[in-house]
């Protein structure tokens, strides 16, 4: 079943910070996030796996809220680089090798 | 390391014609999965193979198969192209399962007319 992302789109001007969102209605394991941009591949931005851990590297982190069957990432001071559709992949229950992706969150940083 | 590399970048298909589009990946990678993704909307996983000889359907398999018969190539093939199919195809690779990334390969934009 499709995790489900929100907001579906967001607009920023640069230095403000934003969330997304990504729920799913079933048991996790791990959730990974990527970034794409226009006519371009994903690009891996973090896994986190249950058990409520925190991860960061820059002015991006996320969080993984095991009760919930959540995660959020956390776009702080955004710049104009992190414009792109943000996708949450879930794993449920380590499942193995099927990751089940999100509908993505659009972001436009600008300036 | 070129990674994961995918041909054609474009291609049109009429409907009833046949394609095969090609996944290579130098990473040594066992894992390699296709997925298809409609305009505006998410990735949706159509098959995946966790080695060679190895092959499992995805959410989405109707109207594709696929073969592994090395680590480095996965190539989907379209039977009977339908309109339906009309979409980018990213293959992507992965040293393992769950707690690896997958490094995705540039896409191949498909129209199906």
């Known amino acids: 079943q499709q995790p489900v992302q929100s907001p579906q789109a967001v607009i920023l001007r640069e230095g403000e910070d934003a969330v997304i969102n990504c729920s799913s209605s079933k048991a996790l394991y791990s959730v990974h996030w990527y970034r794409q941009k226009h006519g371009e591949a994903p690009i891996f931005l973090m896994i986190?796996?249950?058990?409520?851990e925190q991860k960061g590297h820059d002015k991006i982190s996320a969080s993984f809220n095991e009760k919930k069957q959540q995660s959020s990432l956390y776009l702080t001071a955004s710049q104009l680089s992190y414009s792109g559709t943000y996708f949450c992949g879930t794993e449920r229950n380590n499942a193995g090798n099927m990751l089940t992706f999100g509908g993505g969150t659009r972001l436009m940083v600008k300036p | 390391n070129a990674g994961v590399t995918q041909t054609p970048k474009f291609r049109i298909l009429k409907i009833g014609q046949s394609m095969t589009l090609q996944c290579t990946q130098d990473?040594?990678?066992?894992?390699m999965y296709w997925y298809r993704q409609d305009p505006g909307m998410g990735l949706k996983l159509i098959y995946y193979?966790?080695?060679?000889?190895?092959?499992d359907k995805g959410e989405v398999p109707n109207g594709y198969n696929v073969s592994r018969s090395t680590t480095e190539d996965f190539p989907l093939r379209l039977e009977l192209a339908a309109p339906s199919q009309t979409s980018v195809y990213f293959c992507a690779s992965s040293y393992s399962i769950g707690l690896y990334e997958q490094y995705f390969g540039p896409g191949t934009r498909l129209t199906v007319t």
């Open positions: 986190l796996l249950k058990g409520g």
């Open positions: 193979s966790v080695g060679a000889g190895i092959t």
């Open positions: 990473m040594n990678h066992n894992y």
